[in-house]
């Protein structure tokens, strides 16, 4: 496994944004790439394009607000960008850089024909009627209009984000053109050209990634317990597919708060109670605990599906879980990251573990460009190749290069871009 045991202290959570992190990554992976494409690295460090817009709205008031939105088009070697577009208060240029750099990777370990970008707007969503919601998206998708495009780069859902503002984003940008052009955006509604399958996507790459990695270790899905972060889009399907293979989901938690149940928490009906009460407590047989107790529940696999910087140096010592599986986009820290590795934890690295997602939705931009749409059973089919083969391919590099799933993933992505990189050379 790889070199580490003590944790330096540049690695200090309170000192490291989502950036520095993805920073400290590609530093961790550069002894391993290839050497003639070591020349290129620094490309890897240097988001191509960023742009940062004002998103100015009138409120039901009357009165005018102003928002921070950002578009990063991290690398476009292997294509046109792909990532999403998050709606949160914390939304930075430094986060936003870093899913965008995130989405090249992952794009590249599946294999997809993307580079990397990811788009946001420092705003709690929360905090606005439907109508400012809508108005919000048309002005941000007027905005980032000179980025974006289905040759160009391709914007879907992230936290806080859904069919219906992907359906505004499309409706924005073909009032543009003057044409419908539905392949501009992925994550759409099923009669605007969405695809089936998509809802669910990530959170099926979570449980197909994880069932791989359960198999290799020779732990069995049927009884296994299973603890998830998030219970939005990726957690709550994650957590429903696990529970219909016969683990038991133990442990929620979600922004509202944490419930256990030793026998299993009834998914289904969690998802209802959330959704009629707003919370996830007050539903019988689901006891709440403290949120800090959610990390040392005793569980087989923990998935992380809410945000980032979850597991750190202040809990990772404290998870029991056997494998880690990163729903969410960097939910460990560096830091946390060399407390599992010394705990001989096995992490599912982001890059590998949610790009069910990008991959249904690349599955998506095809039929909308070609106009020809597929059953669900068809992309369920070729959605879980594609994991599978991912898995595979960096458990193998993983196992015979001595390092962890998130180096080797790394290895392979940050290899794919490189090479199209070198391959492409520079211009002029
Ligand atoms: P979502 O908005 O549907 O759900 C987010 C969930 O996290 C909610 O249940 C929310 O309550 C919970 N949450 C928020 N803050 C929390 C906190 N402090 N503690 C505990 N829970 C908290 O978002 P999503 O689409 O499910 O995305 C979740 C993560 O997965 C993000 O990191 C996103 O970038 C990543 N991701 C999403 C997709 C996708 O297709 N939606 C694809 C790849 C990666």
């Keep these: 496994m790889d070199n580490t045991s003590k944790i330096p202290s540049y690695l200090s959570r309170e000192r490291l944004g989502p950036w520095e992190t993805y920073l400290v990554q590609i530093d961790r992976v550069e002894p391993y790439l290839e050497k003639s494409l070591l020349p290129w690295v620094e490309t890897l460090t240097r988001p191509k394009r960023t742009l940062i817009v004002d998103v100015p709205i009138r409120l039901d008031s009357g009165e005018i607000a102003h928002f921070e939105g950002y578009r990063v088009q991290h690398n ?36 997809v024909p993307y580079g990397g970008a990811k788009g946001g707007i ?86 197909i990634t994880t069932v791989e990695a359960a198999r290799h270790l020779g732990i069995p899905i049927a009884g296994a317990k299973v603890a998830v972060q998030g219970f939005g889009n990726v957690g709550e399907a994650a957590a429903r597919l696990f529970a219909e293979a016969g683990a038991k989901v133990v442990a929620v938690q979600d922004e509202t708060g944490t419930v256990f149940n030793a026998a299993g928490l009834d998914v289904r009906r969690l998802k209802r109670h959330r959704h009629e009460t707003g919370s ?40 029991r879980a056997r494998i880690v599986t990163e729903g969410a986009n960097g939910p460990t820290t560096p830091a946390a990251d060399l407390i599992l590795q010394a705990r001989n934890i096995l992490v599912i690295p982001d890059v590998l573990a949610n790009a069910g997602g990008v991959t249904v939705s690349y599955f998506e931009w095809v039929q909308d460009i070609s106009a020809f749409f597929w059953s669900e059973d ?44 070198k391959l492409r050379g520079l211009y002029p």
């Design 122 to 207: 420092r705003v709690n969503p929360k905090n606005l009627t439907l109508a400012e919601l809508e108005r919000l998206t048309r002005r941000y998708a007027s905005e980032i209009n000179i980025m974006i495009g289905p040759e160009k780069d391709i914007p879907a859902p992230d936290i806080n984000t859904n069919e219906q503002i992907m359906a505004w984003f499309m409706d924005t940008y073909s009032m543009n053109q003057g044409k419908t052009t539905t392949g501009v955006v992925t994550g759409k509604p099923l009669s605007l050209g969405g695809s089936l399958g998509r809802p669910d996507a990530t959170g099926r790459g979570v449980f």
């Design 378 to 421: 068809e992309i369920n089919q070729r959605l879980d190749k594609i994991m599978r083969d991912a898995f595979n391919a960096v458990w193998a590099s993983a196992e015979s290069k001595g390092i962890l799933l998130r180096t080797a993933a790394f290895v392979l992505g940050c290899e794919r871009v490189l090479l199209a990189r």
């Design 76 to 111: 476009l070697s292997r294509g046109p960008g792909k990532g999403g577009i998050r709606y949160h208060p914390d939304v930075t240029l430094s986060e936003v850089m870093a899913l965008s750099a995130w989405m090249t990777i992952k794009n590249a370990v599946v294999n």
């Design 280 to 319: 996830l407590g007050g539903m019988a047989e689901a006891e709440s605990i403290d949120n800090q107790d959610f990390w040392a529940c005793e569980v087989d696999i923990l998935i992380a599906a809410a945000l980032e910087n979850q597991i750190t140096e202040d809990n990772a010592g404290r998870i």
